[in-house]
Nanobody, 123 residues
Framework: QVQLVESGGGLVQAGGSLRLSCAAS????????MGWFRQAPGKERDFVAY????????SYRDSVKGRFTISRDNVKNTVYLQMNSLKPEDTAVYYC????????????????WGQGTHVTVSS
């Protein structure tokens, strides 16, 4: 079992930045690859970013490439999502999650989830 707690969300103007954190506890954090997803009201939960267990491999959805950066600290058991040049369409609840395999873009591959943190970008 892994417990995940996200933080760092909030209200920001378009063009601004936020840094989300996801603190993990429980089973060995470094044994899991991690992902960030987001869900806007009335929409499906969408893949945002992925980072491998070692942090050596990352992947992003096209709409956030060049603006968002995922990273992890396996000593602090934390994964981060640095979000720059935010746009109103980035408004959503952001979730972190753990995976041990399967498609990194599908939420079905992730076994443990945090409760989410709200990000609102005003125009």
């Amino acid at each position: 079992q892994v417990q995940l707690v996200e933080s760092g969300g909030g209200l920001v103007q378009a063009g601004g930045s936020l840094r989300l954190s996801c603190a993990a506890s429980g089973r060995t954090f470094s044994g899991y690859a991690m992902g960030w997803f987001r869900q806007a009201p009335g929409k499906e939960r969408d893949f945002v970013a992925y980072i491998s267990r070692s942090g050596g491999s990352t992947s992003y959805r096209d709409s956030v490439k060049g603006r968002f950066t995922i990273s992890r600290d396996n000593v602090k058991n934390t994964v981060y999502l640095q979000m720059n040049s935010l746009k109103p369409e980035d408004t959503a609840v952001y979730y972190c999650a753990c995976t041990q395999g399967g498609s990194i873009w599908s939420y079905r591959s992730y076994v443990y989830w945090g409760q989410g943190t709200h990000v609102t970008v005003s125009s």
